[in-house]
């Protein structure tokens, strides 16, 4: 058996997401080849080179993989996955978009977000907002798998040297085009990946009060989210969504600040490693997770935290 | 334009989910269910759509158990034109679903197919990008605006990166993300009116799919359960606790 992991890449470098897939693909029994599909991506292909554990890094390099579009990338898929038991991609918004019209095509019902795997054929996966576990049984020839890149460790980044082979394009399916994007930039670290969170709810009242938050980020060298309530009231960007429909976090360290607590909101922060609650209402349901709770106004509780993280 | 929205009966996203003791699945007896939020976002998009000219008919569909009709005729309560019930007893998987509406995508050659992002019982989020497969047609997800051009679509799209913006073919498969709109909620005078609206019932075998699933249900159970910790009273008992206790910081 052989495994395809699709690396999810910006063209210039490997996201943090596909080590932790290669993780999980090392989890199933077979070598591991990594297709590295993008336009003018060839460092990305000499980074993924480097990954220990991956047998050969597949490198297909044409324009119409600029944007990763799910129309270009499945007809590639479906010409490699005769190769390959397996194919796994990471559940980001990257490997949901094109995952399932492979799957389609492939005529494979693909195992969305899988959090564990029991064998070769059965994994586990969380439903409902991680309100229940459910095992699935695969008979489906080609398994198609999307991971839940917290619940696998991510591989070494350097140490190895795979053999760089290139695969040729699929061809433009001329159906959708990129027209456009408009990415967050920040210093901090990406939210998925980093070691601390601090999260702002409806309780923050205003985008102008993230700043707060931010300062404390900074001094622990923490990523910012937020809850739903605070993207769709538009204090910050979509990207910053923790939950089952946003993103999925496990820091050692989360700060939900002014977050009541909902099941989608728990759905995507639970299994973090130690969880710290500020809220004034004493019976928010984010006290029932939390580790450590206070129950304060945020507008107090945030600047004496800060100042006393200065405080040595 | 025809657009189909396929719409799906799901627990109410308030209902807290049980897990059934015989771990076969969750418990769905005498539980409150609903629309999917998304297929709500999704109903609303269509009907904006039609109430600013740019469709003529809205058309919603679901599969599932006959029960379906309740989530359909809240559709239609809506403001949807018409409904299709496709029904079958089987757990249905996307794949199927996705064959199902392809066949009633080819009786009724819709010019954009709007659906949910993700369904909040299985999380799958699969149906929408398969469809557009097996269509072949042009696919984008996670919509948060949609603008209706003579021959494209244009689409934000809402990504873990922030927003993209695509240009997607007509006919087109679009799924939506929570920012698109607010669904509006069906008046008195608009229930009693979609009592009257046209639903056909169709079953798989009608459309020449077969329902099936594929993956085996192993088990279900109980995710592991988290405890409450303490109670801290100030910044400093706080940041005491995370350096020396549980050493995070
Ligand atoms: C289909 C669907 C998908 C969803 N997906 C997600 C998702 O991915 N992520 C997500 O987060 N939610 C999601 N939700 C929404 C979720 O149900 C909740 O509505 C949301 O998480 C609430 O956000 P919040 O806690 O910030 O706001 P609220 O529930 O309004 O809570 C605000 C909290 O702030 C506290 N507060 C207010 N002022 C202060 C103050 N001065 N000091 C201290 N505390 C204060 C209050 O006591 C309260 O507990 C989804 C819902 C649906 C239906
Ligand atoms: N049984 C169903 N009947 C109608 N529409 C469905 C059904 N299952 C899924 N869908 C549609 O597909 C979307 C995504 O569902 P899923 O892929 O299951 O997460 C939903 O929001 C619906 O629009």
Redesign the pocket.
Known sequence: MTILVIAEHDNSELKPATHNTIGAAGQLDGDVHLLVAGSGCASVAEQAAGIPGIAQVLHCDSVEYEHFLSENMSPLLVSMAGNYSHILAPATTFGKNVMPRAAALLDSQQISDISGIESNDTFVRPIYAGNAMATVKSNDSVKLLTVRITSFEAVAETGGSAEIVTVAAAGDSGLTAFAGADISKSERPELTSADIVVSG???M?SGENFPMLESIADKLGAAVG?????VDAGYVPNDY??????KVVAPNLYIA?????????L??MKDSKVIVA????EE?P?FQVADYGWV????E?VPQLDAALDAG | MKILVPVKRVID?NVKVRVKSDQSGVELANIKMAMN??CEIAVEAALRMREAGQADEVIVVSAGVSQCHETLRTGLAMGADRAILIEDDQDLEPLVVAKLLKAVCEREEPGLVLLGKQA?DGDNNQTGQMLSALLGWSNATFASSIEVNDDHFKVTRELDSGLESVTANRPSVITVD?RLNEPRYASLPNIMKAKKKPMDKLTAADLGVDSSPRLQVVKVEEPPARQAGIKVSSAEELVDKLRNEAKVI
């Open positions: 709810g409806r309780g009242q937020a809850s739903r309530a605070a969504q923790v939950g089952q429909t946003g600040v002014g977050i009541s607590g909902a099941i989608q909101h759905a995507g500020i809220n004034k209402d928010a984010i304060a106004d945020l507008f509780a | 996203a939020p998304f909040i929570l």
